[in-house]
C-alpha cells in the first residue's frame, strides 16, 4: 500500500486539538452574547485571543493539508458521500480561516481595538466603516452558525463510519487500526 | 485492508447504534439551544433589555436605543500628569489627546423635549497615541438607580408608559420603588432636580467604579467626574417652548470659545461599596484632578464624528480597570445590541427598519 491509511500524527493531533477548540469558541460566543452577567466579560476576554489561535492554527493546518493527502475514503462509499465529506472538509478550512477574520475584520471596520489581554492588540485589517461593521458582526453570527451546522453533521458522519459502517475511516483519526 | 473492513461489517442490529448517534447529536444541538438563548427564553438577555429600551422610547431606526438624542463634541483632554503615578494610562502622562465625545440626554426618543427629563449625558472616547482607547458614559447625577441588570430591566418594565394612558402606571411605578430599597438615594434626588438648561454646566459621573493599575502594578478602586469650569451664569435659561434648548446653548458659548471641565478622579477608602453604583461615597475622599477636558467643537449628531460610536464603558486601554459592578457587563453587551442595531439599520441590512426620519 502505498497510501498512509491513517492521517499523519501531526494531522490528527491538530484536527482533535483544534475541534476541542471550536467547539468551545461556538459555545463561548453563543453564549456571551445572551449574557449580560460578568461572564460576557470574561468569555469575551477567552473568545478574541482563542479565535486568533485557531486562525494561525488553520493557516498551519492548510499548508500541512496541501502538502500531505488524506487517506482515501473507502471505495465502497457511495459518491455522493465522498463528495460531501470532501465538501465539508473543505467547507470546514474556509470557516476555520474565514470566521476569525471576519471577527477581527469587523472589530476593526467598528474602530474597537482588538484586544487579546496581556497589553497584545491587533493592528486593524480594515478602515472604519460602521456599515462595513454591521454587515460583518451579521456575517460572523451567520456563518458561526453554518459551522455549527456543519459539525453536528461532520460529527454524525464520523460517528456513523464509527459505529454503523464500521470501515476504518473514524481510526482513520483516532489513530487506532480498523479491527 | 479493504479485506478488513469487509469482515468488520456491521451486524444486523443497528437501530441501538442509530438511536446513539442522534442522541448525542441532539444533546450537543440542545447544549448549544440552551447556550445561545432559543431553550432559555426566561433569561435576561441584552436582546431582551434592548427591546424593552426600544419599545419604551419607540421605532426609531438608526438611533441609540437609550440616550437617542444628543450631539457630537470634539476637543482634547490636556493632562497635568498628575495622575500619572496612579494609572500607567498614556493619556494621564503629561500632554494632549483627542477624544469624539458626545452629550445627551436619557431616553430613546431622539425627539424628546430637553426639558422633559433632570438628567444630562456625557461621553467620551478618548484616542490614546499608543492606539489604545478609552470610552466612558458618564451621567449627570450622583448615583443610578438600580444595582444591577435585572433590576435595571424591571424598572423599565414598571415605568413603562401604559398605551392607553401615555403615561407609566403609577401603581406599578409604587410597587417596584416599594420592593427596591436601593432607589431610595436615587429617588431623594431625583425630587429636587431640575432639566439644566446647559449642558456645559454640568458635572458627569462615572457612577460605576474602576480600577487605576499603577507602574508598579498596584489597584485602587476610584469613580471619576468632570466637572465644568463654566458657572451657570449667562444661560438666561429655557425658552420656554423650545424643545432643544440644549444643542442651541452648546453653539451659541462656542461660539464665544471653548467649554471646560476638569476630569476629577475619586479615590475609595477602605470599606466604600465599589460594586454599588446606588450608594454614594462620603465626602472628603481623597481626589486628583488629572487635567481639563477641553471642547472646541461641536456638529449634529446625524453626520458628526460620534454617530457610529459606541461608548462602551468597558473599554478600556491598560492602566484602568473594571470593578465587578454588575452594570458594567450589562452595559456593555446590551451597548453593543443596541450598536448593531443602528448600525444594521444604516447600512440596509435585510429584516432590519431603514433610517427614515431626518437626524437632528
Ligand atoms: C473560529 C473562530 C470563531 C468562532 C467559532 C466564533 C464564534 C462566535 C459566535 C458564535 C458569536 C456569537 C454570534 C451571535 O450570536 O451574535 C461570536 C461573537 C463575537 N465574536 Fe467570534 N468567533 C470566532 C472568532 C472570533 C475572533 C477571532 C474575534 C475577534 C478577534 C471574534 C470576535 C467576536 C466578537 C467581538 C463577538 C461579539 C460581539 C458583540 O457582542 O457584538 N470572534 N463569535
Ligand atoms: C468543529 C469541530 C471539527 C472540525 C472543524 C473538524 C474538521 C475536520 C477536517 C477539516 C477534516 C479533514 C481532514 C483534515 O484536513 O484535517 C476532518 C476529518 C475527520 N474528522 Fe473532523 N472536525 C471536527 C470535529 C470532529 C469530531 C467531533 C469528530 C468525531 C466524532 C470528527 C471526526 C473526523 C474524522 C473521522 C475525520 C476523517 C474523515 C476522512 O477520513 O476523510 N471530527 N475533520
Ligand atoms: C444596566 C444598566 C444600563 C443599561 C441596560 C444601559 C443601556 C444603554 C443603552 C442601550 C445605550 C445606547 C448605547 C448605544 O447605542 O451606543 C446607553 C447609552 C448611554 N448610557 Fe447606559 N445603560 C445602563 C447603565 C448606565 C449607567 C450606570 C450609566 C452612567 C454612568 C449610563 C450612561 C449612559 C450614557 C452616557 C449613554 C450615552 C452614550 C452616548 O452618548 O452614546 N448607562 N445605555
Redesign the pocket.
Known sequence: MSRPETFHWFARLLHWLMAAMIVSMLFIGAGMVTS?ESKHTWLLAIHKPLGISIFVLALIRLGFRLTHPAPPLPDDMPLWQKLAAHASHWLFYVLMIGLPLVGWGMLSAGNFPVTLGGGLRLPPILPFDPLLYAWLREAHRYLAWLFFLTYLAHMGAALMHGLIRRDGVLQAMTGRRAQ | MTDERQESRPPVRTTGRWVAIGVIVAAVAAVFGYVGGWLAPERLTPKR??DE?QSTGGEHPGF?????K?ICVTGRFESNGALAAFSTARLFAPGNTPFVG???I?GGNPYAPDGSIPIR???LRFDLADGEQWRT???AMPV?P?T??KA??DLTVATHPDPATGKPDPEKAKAFFGAHPETGPFLAWIKSAKPSASYATET?????AFYLRDAGGQRRAVRWQVVPEQGPEGDGGAAAGDADFLAADLMKRLGQGPLRWHLQMIFADPGDPVDD?TKVWPDGRKLVDAGTVVVDAAEAQAAGP?RD?????MILPRGIEPSDDP?LP??SS??A???L??TSEEAHVPGTAHPKEARP
Open positions: 449580560v | 433589555i434592548v429600551l441609540r436605543r437609550n440616550h437617542a444628543g458626545r452629550l445627551a436619557p449625558s456625557f461621553a458614559g458618564m451621567n443610578f438600580v444591577t441588570p435595571f430591566y458627569y459621573r462615572s457612577i460605576n453604583a460620534c460610536v459606541n461608548y462602551d464603558p452594570l450589562a452595559r446590551t451597548y445590541d443596541s450598536f442595531r443602528r
